[in-house]
């Protein structure tokens, strides 16, 4: 086997791995965030979007150290600790303003009820996120 195919295996292993670790501590991440949203909208009666900005801020502190010491843990250089912790918490806002966007939508102009926001916050941006992750945060 050639230096440049062994090389291509190795780092497709890598981001396969990667990819389970995130889909592992990103998948209990968004089902917390979920959680949090559903109690307070549902069961609270809080309106969607502060529902949202609740489950965002439960988020966000729990996942930075599950994926800065788990999902990308064998991921670029965690030398520039302001660096890295900025830029997840620009990530992260993106995974506010994304989950906001659809939330808003399925209880806005939609006009339905506060679980058709869960749909896209569990299956869309936990894949854009891990992508911002991986080429740009945890770098």
């Known amino acids: ?16 791995l990667q990819f389970v ?4 501590t990103g998948g209990f991440v968004t089902l917390v965030g979920v959680g949090v949203y559903w109690v307070v909208a549902s069961k609270g009666g809080y309106a969607p979007l502060l529902a949202t900005l609740v489950a965002y801020l439960v988020a966000v502190t729990i996942g930075y150290g599950l994926h800065s010491r788990f999902s990308f843990k064998d991921h670029g250089s965690r030398d520039d600790v302001v660096g890295t912790t900025t830029r997840f918490l620009a990530g992260s806002l993106l995974s506010y303003a994304l989950n906001s966007l659809f939330v808003w939508i399925a209880t806005g102009p939609m006009h339905g009820p506060v679980e058709w926001g869960i749909v896209p916050m569990v299956f869309i941006t936990p894949v854009i996120i891990f992508i911002v992750n991986r080429l740009w945060v945890f770098r």
């Open 1 to 16: 086997m050639t230096q440049t195919l062994k090389s291509l295996l190795m780092s497709n292993k890598a981001l396969l």
């Open 21 to 24: 670790r995130y889909g592992v």
